[in-house]
């Protein structure tokens, strides 16, 4: 399955083109549905038992990891993180963009393309997912990867993980090369490659 983080990737592009889209909305929400099997590890709910459906018979994803949900509650839950994030003081850590937010249509919109994005990223490669809850399919709330009637659920996330680090390492050497930097600049000083990331990215808000 694809890491939290690696699913900003498939979101930054959009910021690129389309520049009236809210940086720190697309981050978040982009991430936030992962919310969900986090809480379900710390109460219990679910176990970890390899390449397959949780263990556990509660699931551990479920409303924010469909369509309805992304475009709601996700929504929500990504306007609460980014103002507490706002507070955060990350621009110490070359974090941009995620001051004096306002709550726009525009932030509300990529606030959901966000996580709009991730539900259809895990419907890729993911064995079991909630995507049209609460309608059920075939009897139940949970369908397969599309990926997944091609290979095994691992290869399938390979696949998904390494598309998203190559994305994200051509997002970041196009900030430093048109700052006038080379990508060792994430080595040598990755605070200051950061900051020119975000600060590109976060532009015209």
Request: proline share 6%; net charge neutral.
């Given at each position: 399955m ?9 979101v ?7 520049r009236?889209l809210?940086?720190a ?5 982009a ?6 099997p986090l ?10 038992c390899?390449?397959d459906?949780?263990c556990?018979?509660?699931p551990?994803?479920?409303?924010l ?6 475009i709601?509650i ?7 993180f980014?103002?507490m ?7 110490r ?19 959901a393309?966000?996580?709009l ?9 993911h ?21 997944l ?8 996330s390979t ?9 994200m390492?051509a ?21 200051k490659a ?12």
């Open positions: 694809t890491l939290t983080p690696l699913h900003i990737a498939f930054w592009p959009l910021k690129l083109r389309f009236k809210h940086f909305a697309l981050t978040v929400g991430v936030i549905p992962d919310i969900e809480i379900a590890w710390i109460f219990g709910w679910s176990v970890f390899g390449w459906f949780p556990s018979p509660v551990d994803r479920l409303v990891h469909s369509i309805i949900g992304a709601t996700d929504a929500i839950l990504t306007i609460i980014v103002k994030i706002g507070k955060l003081g990350l621009q850590m070359g974090i941009y963009g995620f001051t004096d937010v306002k709550t726009s249509a525009a932030f509300l919109i990529s606030a393309i966000g996580s994005s991730h539900v259809f990223v895990d419907w890729l490669h064995p079991a997912n909630p995507i049209f809850w609460p309608f059920l399919v075939d009897g139940s709330y949970y369908v397969d990867g599309l990926l009637s091609l290979m095994a659920v691992l290869p399938a696949i998904v993980a390494t598309i998203a680090g190559a994305i390492m997002l970041i050497a196009r900030a430093l090369y048109k700052s006038g930097y080379s990508f060792s600049l994430l080595l040598s000083n990755p605070t950061l900051s020119l990331v975000t600060e590109s990215l976060g532009k015209a808000n």
